[in-house]
């Protein structure tokens, strides 16, 4: 299978082709064979190649496969070429595995939408993109995969077309995120002029071979230029603004997105170019600013919103800024490692939020929900262990990859005790603002309404939507077991990663004991702790007080509700003036007045001509007679003139 791999990206290109040229003439349960069978398969040669990969001696844990040249132009040489190591490995089998359980979890979810081939269509082309950007063995046909889940998020964010809102979320993440594709690929650009070459091994064995003080000043600028791509396609500041609009789609797709697949991109381009960024310390520093001032605006919108999925979106900001501080600090495994365990709690979260969606008739403001827990059991239980996996729990996954964050970014000789401080703050804003959300949802008393005819009794989904639910809580509560710290065992993922990262440029480590780094786990565990406990206390016990603390504080409130009024300062700077300028200018000036004006001028002035001219032929002898006089006058006249 290590030689075949690469049909992992045949299967949802069949299962995309076929039901997006041939679906309207299938049945919806065909249809959902065909793209569920297509991702499955995926996942199945995913497994089967890891199972293969982990056989070899570590390494030898690199395996390519060339398909085609695709551009072949003087020195410029692109390879349509894959590559399969740890890291592609570990991402393909998220993508593959979390993708397949988002399409069961579509086949009833979407059941009664119109669309149904060209929405399963979409998916598989989202799931084939995504592998083509991590298996792809050099910058340019990871470019490829870049750019296709970008196309791919606006189809499907855009799903319900009918509907203003989703087209214009759409066109929002569509234009944000090219924003972030122009850096990137000045960044692929600017590798080439560097390096001559796009593939990986070239660039790394290059940037190795050279002394740790050579660092010149195109890596700094490869490096911030890949990373302002990273900002978009995994929504940093300042291009985060997309995401939180993205949940005009449907929920499984916000799933899809927020989990395992586009968000994520960036993270992964990151620690695949993990060599590059290990020589531009500053770029690291940036990166690492970045991501804690994110992860924490984030985690305060999220306390405030109302709607059960945008709570979700701006957590998922808030998580993917914990991975950037992971990566800012050189722990790229770490990074890697929150990767895994968010895909599979915070698939959770969004797939469990659609089964609370479905059962109340797709309401989703939380302040219309509560008591819920009796009525969807499998929901209430799995999205427990959700929250107590991404509030950072004891021995749930989110606790073993948050606190390796947390500790290096304490300990890392990158790191810094104010990145510690913050990480530990959006720790208890994470378990304060999910806890809310659950209580809300679940406990309580029944705020949603009940009606024979339109509002019948919430009722658990069937097995397709809760099998999804309890699988990924089971990963939920393990995934974390595979990066156990120092002080509890060995850290598997670490280890098998480490032939990904053998050129990344290794600074001493400093000393520090396992007691301290217990001691640290603690107050991480307290700070959590308290979140958990600060939403009992304002949402089950005495639900005046969000009220009272909203009111002494409304200004704060507002401001915090308002989302700090990012997307209103954007429009100030940014938006308004483009179409004032475009409208003023662009349109009424140089389209109208220029452009359409020496069209239409052109026109009016042939079409003058013409009449003139037709009058010549009106069918009166007279006026032939009369041409044919004046035409031999002037006859005459030239002859006379230029004989004198």
């Known amino acids: 299978m290590l030689e075949n791999y690469w049909i992992i990206i045949l299967f949802p290109l069949l299962g995309a082709a076929v039901n997006g040229i041939l679906g309207r ?150 234009i944000v995120n090219r924003v972030g594709d122009v850096g990137f690929i000045l960044g692929v650009f600017l590798i080439f002029r560097s390096f001559g070459t796009f593939e990986y091994h070239s660039i790394f064995a290059s940037v190795a071979s050279s002394p740790a003080s050579a660092a010149t000043l195109s890596v700094g600028a490869i490096t911030l230029l890949l990373f302002v791509g990273a900002t978009g396609k995994s929504a940093q500041i300042p ?50 600013v970045v991501g804690m001032v994110t992860a924490l605006l984030a985690a305060l919108v999220a306390l405030v919103q109302k709607d059960i999925k945008k709570v979700l979106a701006y957590s998922t900001i808030s998580q993917l800024g914990y991975m950037f501080v992971a990566v800012g600090v050189g722990a790229f495994s770490a990074g890697i490692f929150h990767l895994i365990t968010h895909a599979f709690f915070k698939a959770l979260l969004f797939l469990g939020s659609g089964s609370v969606i479905l059962a109340l008739h797709h309401e989703q403001d939380l302040f219309k929900m509560g008591g819920l827990r009796k009525y969807l059991r499998v929901t209430f239980v799995s999205m427990w262990i959700a929250t107590l996996a991404i509030g950072g729990a004891p021995f749930f996954s989110g606790f073993f990859s948050k606190d390796q964050i947390l500790w290096e970014a304490y300990s890392s000789p990158q790191g810094h005790t104010a990145l510690w401080l913050g990480g530990v703050l959006v720790a208890g804003l994470t378990a304060f603002y999910m806890s809310r959300l659950m209580f809300l949802t679940f406990h309580g008393q029944e705020r949603f309404t009940v009606n024979a005819e339109s509002h019948p009794p919430p009722q658990e989904p069937s097995l397709l939507v809760t099998l999804p639910l309890m699988i990924l809580a089971f990963f939920s509560v393990l995934a974390g077991y595979v990066g156990l710290p120092g002080y509890l065992g060995d850290n598997r993922l670490e280890e098998f990663l480490a032939p990904s990262f053998q050129w990344v440029l290794q600074e001493p480590a400093m000393e520090h004991s396992h007691t301290e780094e217990v001691l640290l786990t603690l107050v991480a565990i307290a700070v959590a ?110 002859y006379f003139l230029t004989s004198t």
């Open 529 to 638: 702790a308290m979140g958990f406990f600060a939403a009992y206390q304002c949402y089950v016990r005495n639900r005046q007080i969000p009220e009272d603390l909203a009111h002494r504080f409304s200004r704060l409130h507002r401001i915090i509700e308002q989302k700090f009024f990012v997307d209103e300062l954007y429009d100030s700077l940014l938006v308004n003036p483009i179409r004032r300028v475009s409208q003023g200018v662009l349109w009424k000036v140089i389209d109208v007045g220029v452009i359409d004006g020496l069209v239409n001028g052109t026109a009016t002035l042939m079409q003058s001509c013409s009449h003139t001219i037709k009058r010549m032929q009106n069918g009166y002898a007279r006026v032939y007679a009369t041409w044919i006089m004046g035409g031999a006058v002037l006859i005459i006249l030239y």
């Open 25 to 174: 003439r299938f049945s919806h349960r065909v249809i959902a064979w065909v793209a569920c069978s297509a991702s499955g398969l995926s996942f199945l040669v995913a497994v089967l190649a890891f199972w293969e990969l982990i056989q070899l001696p570590q390494n030898a844990r690199a395996v390519s496969v060339h398909l085609f040249t695709w551009i072949e132009s003087g020195s410029l040489v692109a390879k349509f070429s894959f590559l399969l190591d740890p890291l592609s490995m570990v991402m393909i089998l998220v993508i593959t595995g979390v993708g397949f359980l988002i399409h069961l979890y579509s086949v009833e979810y979407l059941a009664e939408e119109s669309g149904y081939y060209r929405y399963f269509a979409y998916l598989n082309l989202f799931i084939l993109m995504m592998s083509v950007l991590v298996l792809a063995d050099n910058y340019l046909l990871m470019f490829v995969g870049w750019e296709g889940v970008g196309l791919c998020s606006f189809l499907l964010i855009g799903y319900y077309f009918q509907k203003q809102g989703a087209g214009d979320a759409a066109k929002k993440a569509f």
């Open 239 to 288: 291009l985060y603004i997309w995401l939180p609009d993205a949940m005009e789609g449907p929920t499984p797709v916000s799933a899809l997105i927020h989990a395992a697949t586009m968000v994520t991109a960036g993270i992964y381009m990151i620690a695949r170019s993990a060599p590059l960024y290990s020589r531009a310390p500053e770029t690291l520093l940036i990166i690492a």
